[in-house]
């Protein structure tokens, strides 16, 4: 495996603390996406960017924020005002511009976990 | 609202008996819908589309329109088919923007020999 890459694996964080989950592609993918998995919900859309400097809210953006200041890098920041944010997070890449949707490739994720 | 249901939490099957995971949509425009898999430890992967009509590891899956549904099937499953499936369905909005993918909530496929 290679080409879309997540740190760290795990992630434990304290109530209050704001986190920063890193994903990094080097596939030369315009578009970059986050999702939270968790049991028996599937993927959730978090934050999705088209292209650098440009990003839009998914269906949960509410206690997460991202930049996209480079087109290898989508990092997530998980705030204190996520209120249940221990879950899984997925982020993935693709080449989809706005006139169609290929394949979505995922990297490995993070498992964060709030104490 | 656009979603993807996937009623079945577990399918558990006995090796070399028919697979079929079910899935439906609600969507208002033209539909463009995936299988996507994630083995144990491994990356969540597409598995096929349904614009390319392939078969990938002996599944398939037509599109019913008048049904609303996009079920994976394989007619003799595989201990290795063991895995966690979800079915997407791709958004387009009608003005502008940009399109993303809308998941299901998932089918765990537990293959016993």
């Known amino acids: 495996d290679g080409g879309i890459t997540q740190s760290p694996k795990y992630l434990f964080r304290k109530e209050g603390q704001n986190v920063t989950l890193s994903c990094e592609q080097n596939?030369?993918?315009?578009?970059m996406y986050w999702y939270r998995q968790d049991p028996g919900q599937g993927l959730r859309l978090i934050y999705y960017?088209?292209?650098?400097?440009?990003?839009q809210k998914g269906d949960i953006a509410e206690g997460y924020s991202v930049s996209r200041e480079k087109k290898e890098s989508f990092p997530l920041t998980v705030t204190s005002a996520q209120k249940n944010p221990t879950a899984f997070y997925l982020c993935?890449?693709?080449?989809?511009?706005?006139?169609?949707?290929?394949?979505?490739?995922f990297g490995p994720g993070t498992r964060l976990t709030v104490l | 609202a656009q979603r993807v249901t996937q009623p079945e939490k577990l399918l558990s099957v006995f090796k070399g008996a028919p697979v079929e995971l079910k899935c439906n949509y609600s969507?208002?425009?033209?539909?463009?819908l995936f299988w996507y898999v994630q083995y144990s430890r491994q990356r969540l992967q597409l598995l096929l589309r349904?614009?390319s009509r392939e078969s990938i590891k002996g599944f398939t899956a037509d599109l019913n329109k008048g049904e609303t549904s996009f079920h994976l099937k394989k007619p003799f499953a595989q201990e290795e088919d063991s895995a966690m499936y979800y079915c997407?369905?791709?958004?387009?909005?009608?003005?502008?923007?940009?399109?993303?993918?809308?998941f299901g909530a998932g089918t765990r496929l537990a293959v016993h020999p």
């Open positions: 960017s088209q292209i650098v400097n440009d990003f």
């Open positions: 969507y208002s425009g033209s539909p463009e």
């Open positions: 993935a890449s693709t080449f989809a511009t706005s006139g169609d949707l290929n394949e979505q490739f």
């Open positions: 596939l030369n993918h315009d578009a």
């Open positions: 349904h614009i």
């Open positions: 997407a369905l791709s958004s387009r909005p009608f003005s502008g923007g940009y399109n993303k993918l809308i």
